[in-house]
């Protein structure tokens, strides 16, 4: 993962399997392929995912948890961490 001063609150490409699972899976999509992939590599905060009032199905690094993971609202507006293939 990446982590560098002065990067706020960030949301990665995980997410909920679904709205009542407790397994995350990335999405990447690229211009070729949209695909689920399981998350082979955890780095959730002690305590999370916690789905906090149940509403809780995107997967964030937090700056206030030194970047560890946290599930949060979707609907949060946060930096977004993205990766892109370079020629
Ligand atoms: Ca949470």
Redesign the pocket.
């Known amino acids: 993962m990446i982590a560098a001063d002065g990067v706020g609150n960030s949301w990665t490409a995980g997410h909920r399997v679904n709205r009542s699972s407790s397994q995350f899976v990335w999405r990447p999509v690229t211009a070729s392929s949209y695909a689920e992939l399981p998350i082979g590599i955890f780095h959730w905060k002690s305590g999370?995912?916690?789905?906090?009032g149940g509403a809780?199905h995107c997967l964030m690094m937090r700056r206030d948890y030194s970047y560890a993971w946290?599930?949060?609202g979707c609907e949060n507006q946060f930096n977004c961490i993205c990766e892109i293939d370079l020629p």
């Not at 999370?48 to 906090?52: A, T």
């Open positions: 999370e995912p916690n789905n906090l809780e946290d599930d949060s």
